[in-house]
């Protein structure tokens, strides 16, 4: 039974730091891609962070880029997003998806979706 757990979010002031975490069940991270978008409301679903499993490269968007960072830990099974300097801007929902193979930045090339959790920062 395939699981992906997001957990981490809440309510943080402008400037804070917070840790989401992903947990991944049912799943090899091996030729896989595992990425983090987010869903504002009124908002499309964006991609924020991505890693790959097999070089451990990452991808950012260029409105994260310097401040998120994207972290996996084969051995248990999760992936992390460490979030340091947030704006009101980040608030949103946060999802953990994985796809087999290379990044792409599309969310419909993911097969496999967790349940958000919501990141809210305040001005």
């Known amino acids: 039974d395939v699981q992906l757990q997001a957990s981490g979010g809440g309510l943080v002031q402008a400037g804070g730091s917070l840790r989401l975490s992903c947990a991944v069940s049912?799943?090899?991270?091996?030729?896989?891609?595992i990425a983090w978008f987010r869903q504002a409301p009124g908002k499309e679903r964006e991609g924020v962070a991505c890693?790959?499993?097999?070089?451990?490269?990452?991808v950012y968007s260029d409105s994260v880029k310097g401040r998120f960072t994207i972290a996996s830990d084969s051995a248990k099974n999760t992936v992390s997003l460490q979030m340091n300097n947030l704006k009101p801007d980040d608030t949103a929902v946060y999802y953990c998806?994985?796809?087999?193979?290379?990044?792409?930045?599309?969310?419909?090339?993911?097969?496999?979706w967790g349940k958000g959790t919501l990141v809210t920062v305040s001005s």
């Open positions: 998806a994985f796809k087999t193979g290379v990044y792409i930045r599309s969310p419909q090339s993911y097969s496999y």
């Open positions: 049912g799943l090899t991270f091996g030729n896989s891609a």
């Open positions: 890693i790959v499993s097999d070089n451990d490269d990452t």
